[in-house]
T-cell receptor, first 114, second 112 residues
Framework: DTEVTQTPKHLVMGMTNKKSLKCEQH?????MYWYKQKAKKPPELMFV???????INESVPSRFSPECPNSSLLNLHLHALQPEDSALYLC?????????????FGPGTRLTVT | DAKTTQPNSMESNEEEPVHLPCNHS???????IHWYRQLPSQGPEYVIH???SNVNNRMASLAIAEDRKSSTLILHRATLRDAAVYYC?????????????FGAGTRLFVKA
């Protein structure tokens, strides 16, 4: 199984809502990633988890809160978002976070903040 | 952060080879060169990566210049399914590990 799954596929939320994005992989990968992608732009790295520990936070606002409950799961908790946070949120995993490792991406969650 | 430069777009005819260039003049000795592609409405997909030597896999070939300041992704026979945005990436060292910094990418159009 070489698949990264993400739920939900689409999410519409108001600025006062709290919601969570979920990502799952069963490839035994020990590195997991969150990216944000705006329309017609490349993905931008948000967070990196290595062996369930947060190793990189790219100065992401605190209204985005990542969580890695175990080696297969990665969550992104959302609270008090702004309309400009509307984007495609991509999850990825790789065997480790070493330079030469290939990343497997999920299909993304398309988020709209109203 | 390591940077890559790619043409905004390229066009190819179906069943012909495609050479997608990438400049990375600030590359350091330990940077790997990665290529990913993103088809419409999908997440990025790994294509190939290399360090110094040319690399081949079932999807493509990667030709790396001797000074490593540029590389070329080669699709041997383009198909309509290869129409996508192709990203050339250097993985950069961050304070906690390696970061993947996507460049702007090249949008490949394939004509039937």
């Amino acid at each position: 199984d070489t698949e990264v799954t993400q739920t939900p596929k689409h999410l519409v939320m108001g600025m006062t809502n709290k919601k969570s994005l979920k990502c799952e992989q069963h490839m035994g990968h020990r590195a997991m990633y969150w990216y944000k992608q705006k329309a017609k732009k490349p993905p931008e790295l948000m967070f990196v988890y290595s062996y369930e520990k947060l190793s990189i936070n790219e100065s992401v606002p605190s209204r985005f809160s990542p969580e890695c409950p175990n080696s297969s799961l990665l969550n992104l908790h959302l609270h008090a978002l702004q309309p400009e946070d509307s984007a495609l949120y991509l999850c990825a995993s790789s065997p480790t976070d070493r330079q030469g490792d290939e990343q497997y991406f999920g299909p993304g969650t398309r988020l709209t903040v109203t | 952060d390591a940077k890559t430069t790619q043409p905004n777009s390229m066009e190819s005819n179906e069943e012909e080879p495609v050479h997608l260039p990438c400049n990375h003049s600030t590359i350091s000795g330990t940077d790997y060169i990665h290529w990913y592609r993103q088809l419409p409405s999908q997440g990025p997909e790994y294509v190939i990566h290399g360090l110094t030597s040319n690399v081949n896999n079932r999807m493509a070939s990667l030709a790396i210049a001797e000074d490593r300041k540029s590389s070329t992704l080669i699709l041997h026979r383009a198909t309509l399914r290869d129409a996508a945005v192709y990203y050339c990436i250097l993985r950069d060292v961050g304070t906690g590990g390696f970061k993947t910094i996507f460049g702007a990418g090249t949008r490949l159009f394939v004509k039937a």
